[in-house]
């Protein structure tokens, strides 16, 4: 048997990490490192202020600035960030949404700066506006004129950059929210038709280009460690993308109904536990992507087997490169067709996937689109629903989690043990210098440019006009990225999307009877009804955690108050103060704990409020938590503390041993 190679290899995927902290220097470092190392892609993480509109001294930003991204204030900081990379020859992504305009403004002067055509500029700004009301929390404007902003940056990179990806259909947090297989491709593929149907309709591209923008169109996705589900999945993506442009859109061209999409694998499954098994599920995640050929990711990039533990590092973030690139290159993979072609079991799964899909889409459709599935809160409450029936089927047992609930006996890891925890950490020094920064760059510039460039930016803003050009001039000219923000905030207005707590119904778990009857016990005696604070300070938008405490307290028989995300300490006081609540519990999962919650403590105590106990959850390491402790915090969960009807047990004795002291 011969055992020649054939004659074409398939081209591999892009690889990508997907990486930012601190500065744009310490970024543009990284990033030429990990293209020294063969990655073939960037793929930008901002941080907080930067995705949700404001600049490094802005008091929302507080405690946020660097840490899960990189912060851009301005052109001087994009500059930075790609120094001595070829724009023109790289393919770049940016996880950017409701800033994206901004940030593509950005990105494309200082490209006009390096002397690129535009015209071949590649990459992908996210720009899906819609998950993010549903899971991942930077939003700022309604949604009227989020998608309005969203369409504003496909009409314009169809003219301007057409080898970009103007918007990434994003279902990846969808998934990280607790979502089924069905809901990541119905909620997404209506995503994506609420947005065609509003480009369409505008008129923003002449109809017989409307085919050349819809093939532009491409999808993040999250695969998760169900491997055949996951690879069924792709396929049924695949073919029902085909189908909608076909049936719904008139494409008649193939190529312009080509499901083009990238992947970052599923960091919701890492696990804080035992986290050297997290490098086998980002391996067998992966496989979910690249293994079927006709549904093969364009793009991949994997999270690093410590995300649960904190920021990754280097060496770690080459670790996950080196995975694809022994994949890629190691293996035969890229010299066959499709291997699942023609198989009565998988056409079985995947013909299942796309019934059930179509279906959710109809009754989307019915509600008149994804934006109404969102501002009525169906969809949110769906995910919260979804995530709770997860968290109880791990709570109970039954859905297994290797060394959370089942093998938990475990020598302590190596790869956790060396001096920095095995993280990254980002130096508290970086905000105050990037404040400092921000103020020396606006004294630097010509305020009467930058006053002209607002103006017109606020009145392409009210008259409807392409918001695109005016954001370059002003980019150009030094606006920075608050004062956009402040700008179309001030024409837009804010927004705060449903919570899907109130109406969500949740799947029992662990033993609420006995609960219960402590929350009813302690309420006795109280007086009233325990009260719980479930808040949310600072920017981060990831509220999944903060839901299912919210939803289980109030299954144990507690007042809840929880009123969503983006909240400043002040807010949360004062809050805890006029409702009068027994205990507050926050959550952060940026890894701006020890400010926002010394913020918060801080206040509490100036405000003779310091009696009312405080527990925080989030991704802490153990010496942040013991200084939380010394704050005076009572409690600390992690990742680890899965069992939230244990959590729920807790506050009721903190609470009833506060008040026994009070007493």
Same mark, same amino acid.
């Given at each position: 048997?011969?055992?020649?190679?054939?004659?074409?290899?398939?081209?591999?995927?892009?690889?990508?990490?997907?990486?930012?902290?601190?500065?744009?220097?310490?970024?543009?470092?990284?990033?030429?490192?990990?293209?020294?190392?063969?990655?073939?892609?960037?793929?930008?993480?901002?941080?907080?202020? #930067?995705?949700?509109?404001?600049?490094?001294?802005?008091?929302?930003?507080?405690?946020?600035?660097? @840490?899960?991204?990189?912060?851009?204030?301005?052109?001087?900081?994009?500059?930075?960030?790609?120094?001595?990379?070829?724009?023109?020859?790289?393919?770049?992504?940016?996880?950017?949404? /409701?800033?994206?305009?901004?940030?593509?403004?950005?990105?494309?002067?200082?490209?006009?700066?390096? *002397?690129?055509?535009?015209?071949?500029?590649?990459?992908?700004?996210?720009?899906?506006?819609?998950?993010?009301?549903?899971?991942?929390?930077?939003?700022?404007?309604?949604?009227?004129?989020?998608?309005?902003?969203? #369409?504003?940056?496909?009409?314009?990179?169809?003219?301007?950059?057409?080898?970009?990806? %103007?918007?990434?259909?994003?279902?990846?947090?969808?998934?990280?929210?607790? /979502?089924?297989?069905?809901?990541?491709?119905?909620?997404?593929?209506?995503?994506?038709?609420?947005?065609?149907?509003?480009?369409?309709?505008?008129?923003?591209? %002449?109809? +017989?280009?409307?085919?050349?923008?819809? *093939?532009?169109?491409?999808?993040?996705?999250?695969?998760?460690?169900?491997?055949? #589900?996951?690879?069924?999945?792709?396929?049924?993506?695949?073919?029902?993308?085909?189908?909608?442009?076909?049936?719904?859109?008139?494409?008649?061209?193939?190529?312009?109904?080509?499901?083009?999409?990238?992947?970052?694998?599923?960091?919701?499954?890492?696990?804080?536990?035992?986290?050297?098994?997290?490098?086998?599920?980002?391996?067998? +995640?992966?496989?979910?992507?690249?293994?079927?050929?006709?549904?093969?990711?364009? !793009?991949?990039?994997?999270?690093?087997?410590?995300?649960?533990? *904190?920021?990754?590092?280097?060496?770690?973030?080459?670790?996950?490169?080196?995975?694809?690139?022994?994949?890629?290159?190691?293996?035969?993979?890229?010299?066959?067709?499709?291997?699942?072609?023609?198989?009565?079991?998988?056409?079985?799964?995947?013909?299942?996937?796309?019934?059930?899909?179509?279906?959710?889409?109809?009754?989307?459709?019915?509600?008149?689109?994804?934006?109404?599935?969102?501002?009525?809160?169906?969809?949110?409450?769906?995910?919260?629903?979804?995530?709770?029936?997860?968290?109880?089927?791990? +709570?109970?047992?039954?859905?297994?989690?290797?060394?959370?609930?089942?093998?938990?006996?475990?020598?302590?890891?190596?790869?956790?043990?060396?001096?920095?925890?095995?993280?990254?950490?980002?130096? +508290?020094?970086?905000?105050?210098?990037?404040?400092?920064?921000? @103020? /020396?760059?606006?004294?630097?510039?010509?305020?009467?440019?930058?006053?002209?460039?607002?103006?017109?930016?606020?009145?392409?803003?009210?008259?409807?006009?392409?918001?695109?050009?005016?954001?370059?001039?002003?980019?150009?000219?030094?606006?920075?990225?608050?004062?956009?923000?402040?700008?179309?905030?001030?024409?837009?207005?804010?927004?705060?999307?449903?919570?899907?707590?109130?109406?969500?119904?949740?799947?029992?778990?662990?033993?609420?009877?006995?609960?219960?009857?402590?929350?009813?016990?302690?309420?006795?005696?109280?007086?009233?009804?325990? @009260?719980?604070?479930?808040?949310?300070?600072?920017?981060?938008?990831?509220?999944?955690?903060?839901?299912?405490?919210?939803?289980? =307290?109030?299954?144990?028989?507690?007042?809840?108050?929880?009123?969503?995300?983006?909240?400043?300490?002040?807010?949360?006081?004062?809050?805890?103060?006029?409702?009068?609540?027994?205990?507050?519990?926050?959550?952060?999962?940026?890894?701006?704990?020890?400010?926002?919650?010394?913020?918060?403590?801080?206040?509490?105590?100036?405000?003779? !409020?310091?009696?009312?106990?405080?527990?925080?959850? *989030?991704?802490?390491?153990?010496?942040?938590?013991?200084?939380?402790? =010394?704050?005076?915090? =009572?409690?600390?969960?992690?990742?680890?503390?899965?069992?939230?009807?244990?959590?729920?047990?807790?506050?009721?004795?903190?609470?009833? /041993?506060?008040?026994?002291?009070?007493?």
């Amino acid at each position: 048997m011969s055992d020649a190679k054939p004659e074409r290899r398939d081209r591999p995927w892009i690889f990508r990490t997907y990486a930012g902290h601190s500065t744009a220097a310490e970024s543009n470092k990284l990033y030429r490192g990990n293209l020294a190392k063969g990655q073939t892609g960037l793929s930008v993480a901002f941080d907080l202020p #930067t995705q949700t509109g404001y600049d490094p001294d802005d008091l929302l930003a507080r405690g946020e600035v660097g @840490k899960v991204g990189v912060p851009v204030a301005h052109l001087g900081d994009m500059r930075t960030l790609f120094n001595d990379i070829p724009l023109e020859r790289m393919n770049t992504s940016m996880t950017i949404n /409701a800033t994206a305009p901004w940030l593509l403004s950005l990105y494309a002067a200082a490209a006009d700066e390096q *002397g690129a055509d535009r015209k071949l500029l590649s990459g992908t700004t996210q720009n899906d506006i819609i998950k993010e009301y549903l899971s991942r929390g930077t939003y700022v404007f309604p949604p009227a004129p989020s998608l309005r902003l969203t #369409t504003d940056v496909i009409a314009w990179t169809y003219s301007e950059m057409p080898k970009w990806n %103007p918007m990434n259909v994003c279902s990846y947090h969808l998934q990280e929210a607790g /979502a089924t297989p069905v809901q990541e491709l119905s909620f997404a593929l209506a995503t994506a038709i609420a947005i065609l149907d509003g480009l369409k309709a505008n008129g923003a591209i %002449p109809a +017989e280009d409307f085919p050349k923008a819809v *093939g532009r169109i491409s999808f993040f996705v999250n695969a998760g460690m169900r491997f055949v #589900t996951e690879m069924c999945k792709m396929r049924a993506f695949t073919e029902l993308w085909d189908e909608i442009c076909r049936e719904r859109y008139g494409v008649e061209d193939e190529r312009y109904r080509r499901f083009r999409y990238g992947v970052q694998v599923n960091s919701l499954g890492l696990t804080e536990q035992q986290p050297e098994n997290n490098v086998y599920r980002i391996l067998i +995640e992966m496989l979910a992507v690249v293994l079927s050929k006709n549904a093969r990711a364009r !793009a991949v990039q994997l999270p690093a087997w410590n995300e649960a533990l *904190g920021l990754p590092r280097p060496f770690d973030q080459q670790w996950s490169l080196r995975m694809q690139q022994i994949v890629a290159y190691e293996t035969d993979l890229l010299e066959y067709a499709d291997i699942f072609d023609g198989s009565a079991e998988i056409t079985r799964k995947v013909e299942a996937l796309k019934d059930e899909a179509r279906d959710e889409l109809a009754r989307i459709d019915a509600m008149g689109g994804a934006v109404a599935a969102v501002e009525s809160s169906y969809m949110k409450r769906k995910l919260v629903e979804a995530n709770s029936s997860r968290l109880a089927g791990i +709570e109970t047992g039954d859905q297994v989690v290797v060394g959370v609930n089942k093998y938990i006996e475990s020598e302590p890891s190596p790869l956790a043990a060396g001096e920095d925890g095995g993280i990254l950490t980002v130096p +508290e020094h970086v905000e105050g210098e990037a404040i400092e920064k921000v @103020k /020396a760059w606006r004294e630097a510039r010509d305020q009467s440019a930058v006053d002209a460039a607002l103006a017109d930016l606020k009145s392409a803003a009210s008259e409807g006009r392409n918001i695109m050009e005016p954001s370059i001039a002003a980019a150009k000219a030094g606006v920075t990225t608050g004062e956009w923000g402040r700008t179309l905030r001030e024409i837009f207005g804010e927004y705060r999307a449903p919570t899907g707590v109130g109406q969500s119904v949740s799947d029992d778990a662990g033993d609420l009877a006995a609960v219960r009857t402590d929350v009813d016990t302690l309420s006795k005696a109280l007086g009233r009804r325990l @009260k719980f604070l479930v808040g949310k300070p600072g920017l981060d938008g990831h509220s999944n955690g903060a839901e299912q405490i919210a939803v289980r =307290a109030r299954d144990c028989g507690m007042e809840v108050v929880y009123e969503g995300i983006r909240l400043t300490p002040a807010q949360i006081v004062n809050t805890a103060i006029e409702e009068d609540v027994h205990v507050i519990g926050l959550s952060i999962l940026s890894g701006s704990h020890l400010a926002l919650v010394r913020d918060v403590m801080d206040r509490l105590r100036a405000s003779g !409020a310091d009696d009312i106990p405080v527990v925080v959850g *989030g991704i802490i390491p153990d010496e942040d938590s013991a200084q939380l402790k =010394a704050m005076g915090v =009572a409690a600390v969960y992690t990742p680890k503390d899965f069992q939230l009807t244990d959590i729920m047990g807790d506050v009721v004795k903190i609470v009833s /041993a506060r008040a026994d002291k009070a007493a």
